[in-house]
């Protein structure tokens, strides 16, 4: 039986070793390589990794199994990351979650019978300013109102992921919405602060 | 007048500012140009240093003594970048590694010729996909052209640039949980001295900054480090990224120069609040920072006007709560956010935060006790004796004061919104 790392993959993971001073350097993109591939990290391709960087099998589920990107076991198709965090919670993304996950039928960090989808509450993903925040195979859609998320992700398994992203995705938002007109209006003037006046007066 | 030093290329060219085409045409690489063939890096390094530059990570330290800190004559190198963007509130970084990622590799170049490294770690949240790949074309980008890599312009200069894409841990932002996780281990934060200058990523001495705070380099270079001066405060000098959220009618990652205020910060970038409602409560710094009430709205946003109330701007975050937000549970939130990035080497940290997590939900539930608002002091104060800010440390990181922040600045501030959501006398007597 071949294992994960061959041929062109083989290659690939050489050169990610040799990229670091020290070769354990590269467990998180070897890690990254198998589950960028398969969805998940499954014990062969663990035991491969430790004879790549010349560790134990047990340090690479150690190591690897701190971090929660990685999964270890067979997930859906599409990783449904919902922001859970204080300003995705302010606008009402606990909510959104619940939705989606009465929708489909499943609980928290299941999977959905087809396979199409797992589910995950996430902390804060970056995107608070376009929340409630949604992430699909970690690309963001902003701005998902709760009613919205259902329909989201029926129109991802209808059209495709790349299809959908392309019209909604985050980076074909316009950035900070509104800051250029900001910046027109010139920077704000100075306002002294009583506080601040002391102190420069100290 | 204050001028655009981060995103005006991403604001003016909102289609392609990520592309190695816009940023040549826009100036891009002009600043490394200059710096190799006509400055020492000693006076790159003093650049930096005039123009006052603090770090944007969350601590404020000044670059330029920070760069300052590396033994003499010991090598190699290492200059980290750190993309771990991961504080609740927090997406500034995220907008500069994908909006305009050669601006942080140049400047990040510039930086390790200062500095004398000669491999750069971009160290970038794992999550964040568009913008490790972005970051990573523009890596094999600039060393194609001679920007990076073995005598970049002709200058006998050597530089070699790795993006490491990290794999969810927020504590891994931590400087040395950062360099323990990029030596390929579990991300746990090491005690400090020795600091990273001394003692660093493979234990040689390492400069780690972030994102933001190296994305400023190549303006100063090319503009001087007087003409950064220039703007912003005295003690907080610049233009500065904040990331405002919440109950606000226009969020946004904004760049303003240090010292607007924050009444002002709200109505004129966020537009307002939401619904015509008012302030309740602000977070000013990220999640780690005190909380504010509306009696501090005209607050100066500045480093040093945020000590003087003690609390920070910490990593830009300014989350905004209106009149109809009872503060508990956004407070529960980020308690139980920290317990769960808590990476559980000190007591203190693992159980404490653990308590005061569930202490926390059973209040927001409706199921706590009036001795729970003593107890979550209580706890508070054990993990950070004294309750003061900047908060005493019992533990290795900062992780654990930053947990009680929320907690004791709101008991202070709304402690009416804790009393409200407890069961009363009768309803306890009836056991509902
Ligand atoms: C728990 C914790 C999390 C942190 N997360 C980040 C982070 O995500 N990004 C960052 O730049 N700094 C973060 N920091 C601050 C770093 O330790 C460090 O101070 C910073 O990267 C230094 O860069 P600067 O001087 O340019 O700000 C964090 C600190 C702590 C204690
Ligand atoms: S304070 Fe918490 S996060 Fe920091 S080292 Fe200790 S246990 Fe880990
Ligand atoms: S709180 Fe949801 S992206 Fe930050």
Redesign the pocket.
Known sequence: MSGFFDGERLTAARAKVAEYPQPRSAILPLLHMVQGELGYVPRDAMREIADLIGITPAEVLGTGSFYTMFKFEKMGRHLVSVCGGISCMLMGSHDLYRRMLDHFGVGSLGTTDDGEFSFELVECAAACGGAPAVQVDYLFFENVGADDGVELLEDIRRLGLDTVYAERGSMTAPLSPGAEEALAAGPAPKTAHPRAEAEATD | MAELVLTKRMIEHPRDSWTLATYEETGGYGALRQAVREMTPEQVHDEVKAAGL????????P?GV?WGFLPDGEYPRYLVV??????PG?FK?RMLMERDPHQLVEGAILSAYAVGAEHVFIYC?GELRNAYERLCRAVDEATEKGYAGTNVLGSGFDVKLTVHRAAGA?????????LTSLEGYRGW?RLKPPFPAVKGLYAGPTV???????SNVPWIVRNGGAAYAAMGTEKSPGTRLFCLSGHVNRPGNYEIELGTPFREFFDRWGQGIRNGERVKAFIPGGA?APWLDASSLDLPMSMEALDSVKSMLG?GAVVVMDETTNVVRPVWNLVHFFAH?SCGQCTPCREGTTWLQDILARIVDGRGRREDLDLLLDVCDNITPGLGWPPAQTTI???AP?AAAPIWSTLRLFRDDYEELLPTANEVAAGV
Do not use: M, W
């Open positions: 603090r770090g944007r990570g969350g601590a404020g330290f670059t920070k750190n993309g771990d963007e991961g504080e927090t970084d949240r927020y504590i891994c932002g931590e400087e040395t949980a950062l934060p780690v900054n972030n994102v933001e705070t190296l780690s990593s990035e990181c900062v992780l930053s």
